[in-house]
């Protein structure tokens, strides 16, 4: 059972994605009043949220312990092992089981499943907890002073705190900073995003292996300045397909693109050499999102200087597309924000706790932007000395009979992600909370009864003189 907080405020979630949406469940979980406000139409967003999202371990276990579980089950895949092999070739490199021990230690699965998927069952449990969600609602400007958010209508609306779940060029961010800070980056590489039909792949003699693997893999294609992953998705009988390419030709607009109007011919050009069954795959595919790929550096300043207005989860720390912690970040997020408010006495507190969410999180997401970027690069490593060393370590140890994360430069990555996946949102909220929430109202409520003191015998004394 969830601590449910002294005071209950009101908080306007700006966006309704994951981020906004896990910000909702976990502050109703705490007693709080909440209203979330989507940009885009219920339709709009069942167009853009498609294909496919992993959700590692530290991120299943919050959404477990939130009680989403069955949900959760009923629409996913849990995942066992990863396969690597050549991106140009297809060669196979080796296997990684993921280690049973150390999932157990985590608490939590590694899930497969539809981003429409996951985003259903985080606004069912919204709603259910008791959240306003308006869709088809954008917010042109917000403020933290007399805290109130104006939309396109004209309408404003006031809150006690705005938070910002508004993704990368977000709204709540540039009011904060002062600028898109996504927009200034220069990006990479492109990120395509889409699924493929199941009943098709397995129509193909090429493809059906994929499905015959004795536990649920994961599939990584190691190429030169290319990469591809694809897994099978629970909730639709689908494959979902993720690449990483370089940047289109000069003249050609790289944009974001959600929700069709790509052809996919162009994402099929972008792929460069590559093997015959990516290239099968892609033919067989879904119209795909187009997504640029950026290396943001961190920002600076989460909190608006009223102390009212926070960014959380993409709009506060984005990370390269694609990434494997992209939500899970989102939803770390709401936990530990949620933990913090749950300890709300006096509105004076809600300054501080929106620091104290930074101060708690930022060291983290700078530190899994940081793993998340050398992931990225290390699956596409340019042709050359270090990427044939990484080969050659990686055939060594399939040969031996090991993992391909067994030792070297690999083991090291394998190693930061265990220790990713081992982090408990809520339990550093808690630590806060005990180590210097308590100590700061323990030593305000000292300031008090001193000042009560000292008013005290001032009047005493006024009386004596008297």
């Known amino acids: 059972m969830s601590r449910k907080a002294e005071l209950t405020i009101k908080f306007i979630v700006v966006g309704g994605g994951i981020a906004g949406l896990a910000?909702?469940?976990?502050?109703?979980?705490?007693?709080?009043?909440?209203?979330?406000?989507?940009?885009?139409?219920?339709a709009d967003v069942s167009k853009m949220s498609h294909g496919g999202i992993r959700l590692p371990p530290n991120v299943s276990k919050v959404l477990f312990h939130w009680g989403l579980e069955r949900a959760l089950r009923q629409v996913s895949i849990t995942s066992s092992a990863m396969e690597v092999e050549i991106y140009e070739?297809?060669?196979?490199?080796?296997?990684h089981?993921?280690?049973?021990?150390?999932?157990?230690?985590?608490?939590?699965?590694?899930?497969?499943?539809?981003?429409?998927?996951?985003r259903k069952v985080l606004y069912d449990a919204a709603i259910a907890a008791g959240a306003?969600?308006?869709?088809?609602?954008?917010?042109?400007?917000?403020?933290?002073?007399?805290?109130?958010?104006?939309?396109?209508?004209?309408?404003t609306l006031l809150?006690?705190?705005?938070?910002?779940?508004?993704?990368?060029?977000?709204?709540?961010?540039?009011?904060?900073?002062?600028?898109?800070?996504?927009?200034?980056?220069?990006y990479q590489s492109l990120f395509y995003n889409t699924t493929v039909p199941a009943e098709l792949m397995r129509a193909d003699p090429q493809l059906?292996?994929?499905?015959?693997?004795?536990?649920?893999?994961?599939?990584?294609?190691?190429?030169?300045?290319?990469?591809a992953v694809a897994f099978r998705i629970g909730g639709k009988d689908e494959f979902a397909l993720h690449l990483w390419v370089p940047p289109r030709q000069k003249g050609l607009s790289d944009d974001d693109c959600w929700g069709g109007g790509l052809d996919l011919k162009e994402m099929r050009r972008q792929l460069g050499e590559c093997e015959p069954r990516l290239l099968k795959m892609t033919k067989l595919a879904a119209t795909p999102s187009r997504v640029q790929v950026k290396m943001v550096p961190p920002i600076e300043d989460w909190v608006d200087k009223h102390g009212r207005m926070v960014i959380i989860g993409e709009a506060a720390h984005p990370l390269p597309a694609g990434s494997l912690q992209g939500g899970a970040m989102a939803v770390e997020d709401a936990a530990v924000f949620a933990k913090l408010f749950s300890?709300?006495?006096?509105?004076?507190?809600?300054?501080?706790?929106?620091?104290?969410?930074?101060?708690?999180?930022?060291?983290r997401c700078a530190s899994v932007a940081h793993t998340e970027q050398c992931n990225l690069?290390?699956?596409?490593?340019?042709?050359?000395?270090?990427?044939?060393?990484?080969?050659?370590?990686?055939r060594a140890k399939t040969a031996q009979g090991e993992s391909v994360f067994g030792g070297g430069e690999a083991s090291e990555q394998w190693e930061q992600l265990k220790e990713l996946w081992g982090y408990d949102a809520e339990d550093e909220a808690d630590d806060w909370w005990v180590k210097w929430g308590l100590l700061r109202e323990r030593a305000k409520q000292r300031s008090l009864d001193m000042e009560a003191e000292m008013n005290a015998a001032r009047l005493s004394s006024l009386r004596v003189r008297a």
């Open 343 to 363: 300890h709300l006495r006096d509105k004076d507190q809600i300054s501080t706790f929106l620091h104290a969410f930074q101060d708690l999180r930022e060291d």
């Open 208 to 227: 059906a292996p994929f499905f015959k693997k004795p536990v649920e893999t994961m599939f990584v294609w190691l190429g030169n300045n290319r990469s």
């Open 132 to 155: 306003e969600v308006r869709a088809g609602t954008k917010v042109v400007s917000v403020s933290g002073d007399g805290p109130h958010v104006t939309l396109t209508t004209g309408e």
């Open 89 to 95: 070739t297809g060669e196979y490199i080796g296997t």
């Open 377 to 394: 690069y290390f699956q596409m490593l340019p042709a050359g000395p270090q990427q044939e060393q990484r080969d050659q370590d990686m």
């Open 159 to 186: 809150a006690d705190v705005i938070v910002g779940a508004d993704g990368r060029s977000s709204v709540v961010q540039q009011a904060i900073v002062g600028k898109d800070v996504f927009d200034a980056v220069p």
């Open 23 to 42: 910000c909702a469940i976990a502050l109703r979980r705490v007693g709080h009043r909440v209203v979330v406000l989507e940009q885009y139409s219920d």
């Open 97 to 118: 089981l993921w280690e049973e021990e150390v999932l157990r230690e985590t608490g939590g699965d590694f899930l497969f499943l539809h981003h429409v998927g996951l």
